[in-house]
């Protein structure tokens, strides 16, 4: 009886172990799996490629050329910086369209680039952007329009400007369409005369007392976009020239006061508005950081600020949105 007992649990003591053995094997082979898969131990963590000198790891870029856009989506009234990649001369190009329209071309950083400006109302949609070599090739990239939120303030005419009434609404309308008028008819220059990021026209930090874009609510009936940066500045702030440039105008206009245009060339203008004093003159060539005038309060404002505009071939963008782009900060 004590042999047969024995021999009993000999055998239950033989069946644990196998038991246990098996487990510890069956654990053993997950583990293995496991980190096959997974070297680093983290769930559903795919291994990273190594690199040795004998296998490096191969980094997929974008073949070049190819056109980038920046940013790459544009909001109604931004502008854009639009380079193709991997193209280093003018020469090499045929054309290059936005929308079937002709871009100017330039150098910037090496590469060939174009500037665009997206009218304030422009449509907004996607919009195909081509480039055509002299040897043949095309390379085709697309630009978003993104809509941009529509926003209306009341605003009031100036006393100066016969106040709030019929009159000074219908004058107000006639005497803007015949400034935008000569404004547009300035010749302009056609080589790119700025090698360097572009500055501020005021010194220290910027303060936007009246955003680009919104609709102002004049009078009953007349509605006007604010197609300019008002930055605040008291009277007779000395005001700088953002980049090197030809002065196209330097003279006083009924609604934007004294004002002074600069030509940056590649169809790019800055325009300085309801000054109090001038220092430049028709033609005069100046460079980053001069000083081109004073700060006031003349024209189509009521208290002292610096109306900044910035200019894209007659299209007047957002400036904060350009100095994102090209400007030094």
Same mark, same amino acid.
């Given at each position: 009886?004590? &042999?047969?007992?024995?021999?009993?649990?000999? +055998?239950?003591?033989?069946?644990?172990?196998? !038991?246990?053995?098996?487990?510890?094997?069956?654990?053993?082979?997950?583990?293995?799996?496991?980190?096959?898969?997974?070297?680093? /131990?983290?769930?559903?963590? +795919?291994?990273?490629?190594?690199?040795?000198?004998?296998?490096?790891?191969?980094?997929? @870029?974008?073949?070049?050329?190819?056109?980038?856009? @920046?940013?790459?989506?544009?909001?109604?009234?931004?502008?854009?910086?639009?380079?193709?990649?991997?193209?280093?001369?003018?020469?090499?190009?045929?054309?290059?369209?936005?929308?079937?329209?002709?871009?100017?071309?330039?150098? &910037?950083?090496?590469?060939?680039?174009?500037?665009?400006?997206?009218?304030?109302?422009?449509?907004?949609?996607?919009?195909?952007?081509?480039?055509?070599?002299?040897?043949?090739?095309?390379?085709?990239?697309?630009?978003?329009?993104?809509?941009?939120?529509?926003?209306?303030?009341?605003?009031?005419?100036?006393?100066?400007?016969?106040?709030?009434?019929?009159?000074?609404?219908?004058?107000?309308?006639?005497?803007?369409?015949?400034?935008?008028?000569?404004?547009?008819?300035?010749?302009?220059?056609?080589?790119?005369?700025?090698?360097?990021?572009?500055?501020?026209?005021?010194? /220290? %930090?910027?303060?936007?007392?009246?955003?680009?874009?919104?609709?102002?609510?004049?009078?009953?009936?007349?509605?006007?976009?604010?197609?300019?940066?008002?930055?605040?500045? %008291?009277?007779?702030?000395?005001?700088?020239? $953002?980049?090197?440039?030809?002065?196209?105008?330097?003279?006083?206009?009924?609604?934007?006061?004294?004002?002074? !245009?600069?030509? &940056?060339?590649?169809?790019?203008?800055?325009?300085?508005?309801?000054?109090?004093?001038?220092?430049?003159?028709?033609?005069?060539?100046?460079?980053?950081?001069?000083?081109?005038?004073?700060?006031?309060?003349?024209?189509?404002?009521?208290?002292?600020?610096? &109306?900044?505009?910035?200019?894209?071939?007659?299209?007047?963008?957002?400036? $904060?949105?350009?100095?994102?782009?090209?400007?030094?900060?």
């Amino acid at each position: 009886m004590t &042999h047969h007992t024995q021999h009993q649990n000999h +055998k239950r003591n033989k069946n644990f172990w196998i !038991i246990i053995f098996l487990a510890l094997l069956a654990v053993s082979g997950v583990i293995f799996w496991f980190n096959l898969g997974n070297p680093k /131990g983290v769930p559903g963590a +795919k291994s990273a490629p190594t690199s040795t000198k004998s296998n490096p790891v191969k980094v997929q @870029t974008r073949e070049k050329p190819y056109i980038s856009v @920046t940013p790459s989506v544009v909001e109604q009234g931004n502008p854009a910086l639009i380079t193709v990649e991997g193209a280093t001369t003018t020469q090499s190009v045929q054309s290059f369209t936005f929308d079937n329209r002709p871009l100017y071309i330039f150098l &910037h950083e090496g590469q060939v680039s174009a500037l665009l400006g997206v009218e304030l109302r422009a449509i907004p949609g996607t919009y195909p952007l081509v480039i055509t070599f002299k040897d043949g090739r095309q390379i085709k990239e697309n630009l978003v329009i993104e809509e941009r939120p529509v926003v209306q303030k009341p605003f009031d005419i100036p006393e100066k400007l016969g106040g709030n009434t019929y009159a000074s609404e219908r004058e107000l309308i006639s005497t803007l369409a015949l400034e935008g008028k000569i404004i547009n008819a300035l010749p302009v220059v056609w080589e790119k005369l700025w090698t360097e990021k572009f500055g501020s026209p005021l010194k /220290g %930090p910027l303060v936007v007392a009246d955003d680009y874009g919104y609709t102002r609510l004049i009078g009953k009936s007349t509605t006007m976009p604010h197609k300019g940066t008002d930055l605040e500045a %008291p009277m007779g702030t000395p005001v700088y020239a $953002m980049n090197r440039g030809v002065v196209k105008f330097a003279s006083s206009l009924r609604n934007y006061g004294d004002t002074v !245009i600069i030509d &940056h060339g590649a169809g790019l203008q800055t325009v300085y508005m309801h000054l109090s004093k001038i220092n430049v003159s028709l033609e005069q060539k100046v460079e980053k950081g001069d000083l081109i005038a004073l700060s006031g309060d003349s024209g189509y404002t009521l208290n002292p600020h610096l &109306h900044l505009t910035i200019r894209i071939w007659d299209i007047s963008i957002d400036a $904060m949105k350009f100095m994102e782009i090209l400007g030094e900060n």
